[in-house]
């Protein structure tokens, strides 16, 4: 190996560099001083002159520039809006940490500072004093479909709120009334008072195509006509039961739900609702509920205030190729009947578990989630052929559609029975986390308040809250809640991780006495 030598990379380029450099001068010369011979043979033969040379036209461009936005924007922005709601609670007047040893610990602990000065232990406090307060709950956006004062924005913006207030681009600001609300799609009705106002013109979301340029107006974070970009990312993701959602590049955070899809003629094509995250902010993929599926919901919560839906009472499940393989089918079409309700619909029309749905009324099922969203969409009563594959043959069974159970009407916390109240000693009522909620969680676990009452009234607790932690233990779900609730002693403090809006604190709350 003595005869190997080793050059730095500057000078290997070096040597390259003066080789090329050579070569091109020589090709040079040899070009510019060829021989007669040399011209004649290029002439007889100009075929071969230039051999890199092709006749082959260059592919026109598929796309030239990028869109301006601003005509669209002054066009649309008027009729789009700002929400904020705001919850009545009942608060307790006085500190309701001075003389717990827990709050102190956690006030050094978690805040590095120490807590207030705690009462003498023989020093009488004076009782504390409930009082009603309105607070705000949170902000979202909507958009005008109506010149006498429809709104529409998400059923989650408005869900569980006291009063909603619908603000204009020129300042003007309405006391709204929710007309009505649909969970499952998530989509809000709401109305103001007002007449000539600037609404959107309605769009056909089933005429959308993937890579088209869209906009979205809103509220992120409570700024005020906030607009943001894109390009629709699918037509329909599946995503939830009872409609497919449009997914976007569009940046979409929280205040924006309720607002408005805009295509580039101007038209409303979907209601941004949902984003995908990691973090609980935007990070490239955000949904839309498709404005045909809205506007059929609309209509429903504008007559009656509730959506009424098809049922059949079966469970599907999906059918796999290797399944659909050994039933006989050629493909893995339809959705697979995994459980059938007693005595519902389904089980009345003679439907089986094992039996695979093709067609719906004469509606082929390509995937399991055609299937919900054909019978929610059918009128309750309705007399429908329900094709299915039994044992190596298709057959049709008439069935009579039952109706789903409506979402109830919103209703003010403040106006709750006492049958809603919460039962258990600390005073908390409290839900599983929506899909959207999930998403904007870390670890996605948590429960959101629904009412507070008694001990947790004198907390700081508000509904809309979210349960993080109690006593140190993550709480996942509903279910955890309650069991934990009911082996906690009622002589001792409990610790509460919350989370509200986009910041968490610890709060204890006291035992009685």
Excluded: C
């Amino acid at each position: 190996m003595k005869n190997v030598r080793s050059f730095p990379v500057e000078k290997h380029i070096s040597i390259l560099i003066s080789s090329v450099l050579i070569s091109a001068s020589v090709f040079s010369a040899v070009s510019f001083f060829g021989t007669a011979n040399d011209a004649n043979a290029q002439a007889s033969s100009p075929a071969q002159s230039n051999p890199v040379t092709t006749s082959a036209t260059p592919a026109p461009l598929l796309v030239s520039g990028l869109p301006d936005f601003t005509q669209l924007v002054e066009k649309t922005s008027p009729s789009v809006v700002n929400i904020r709601t705001t919850q009545k609670i009942t608060q307790v007047q006085g500190d309701p940490f001075s003389d717990d040893e827990q709050a102190q610990e956690l006030f050094r602990r978690f805040f590095g500072i120490p807590a207030p000065q705690q009462a003498p232990k023989n020093r009488r406090q004076a009782p504390r004093q409930q009082q009603e307060q309105e607070v705000p709950r949170g902000v979202g956006s909507g958009f005008i479909v109506s010149q006498d004062g429809y709104v529409l924005t998400n059923a989650h913006v408005v869900e569980d709120a006291s009063e909603v207030y619908v603000k204009l681009t020129d300042k003007r600001e309405f006391k709204a009334k929710v007309v009505g609300s649909d969970r499952r799609t998530d989509v809000a009705v709401l109305k103001i008072d007002g007449s000539k106002l600037p609404k959107i013109a309605i769009g056909d979301s089933d005429k959308i195509k993937a890579g088209e340029w869209v906009i979205a107006i809103g509220s992120p974070f409570n700024l005020d006509n906030t607009v943001t970009s894109g390009i629709i990312s699918s037509k329909a993701r599946d995503t939830g039961d009872y409609l497919p959602l449009i997914q976007t590049d569009v940046a979409v955070n929280p205040g924006n739900s309720g607002g408005p899809l805009i295509n580039m003629r101007g038209e409303v094509i979907g209601i941004n609702s949902q984003i995908y995250s990691r973090s609980g902010g935007y990070m490239g993929i955000s949904f839309a509920i498709p404005i045909d599926e809205a506007m059929r919901v609309v209509e429903q919560l504008k007559s009656s205030g509730v959506v009424s839906r098809g049922r059949m009472g079966v469970e599907i499940g999906d059918l796999s190729k290797e399944v659909a393989e050994s039933l006989g089918l050629s493909k893995a079409q339809g959705a697979l009947v995994a459980r059938v309700e007693a005595s519902g619909p389904a089980d009345k029309a003679g439907i089986q578990e094992g039996d695979v749905i093709l067609k719906f009324n004469g509606n082929p099922i390509e995937k399991r989630s055609d299937l919900p969203r054909m019978v929610g969409a059918t009128k309750p009563g309705s007399k429908v052929v329900v094709s299915v594959w039994r044992k190596g043959s298709a057959k049709d069974i008439t069935m009579t559609v039952g109706e789903a159970d409506a979402d109830k009407p919103i209703q003010k916390n403040d106006k709750k029975s006492k049958k809603e109240k919460a039962e258990n000693h600390l005073g908390i009522t409290v839900s599983d986390l929506s899909d959207a909620q999930k998403r904007s969680m870390p670890n996605g676990n948590g429960v959101v308040i629904d009412n507070v009452d008694g001990l947790a009234a004198g907390s700081g607790l508000r509904p809309g809250d979210i349960i993080l932690m109690m006593n140190n233990v993550d709480i996942k779900d509903v279910k955890q809640f309650d069991a934990m609730l009911a082996k906690l002693d009622t002589k001792k403090s409990v610790v509460l991780l919350v989370r509200r809006g986009e910041a968490s604190q610890f709060l204890v709350i006291r035992p009685a006495g």
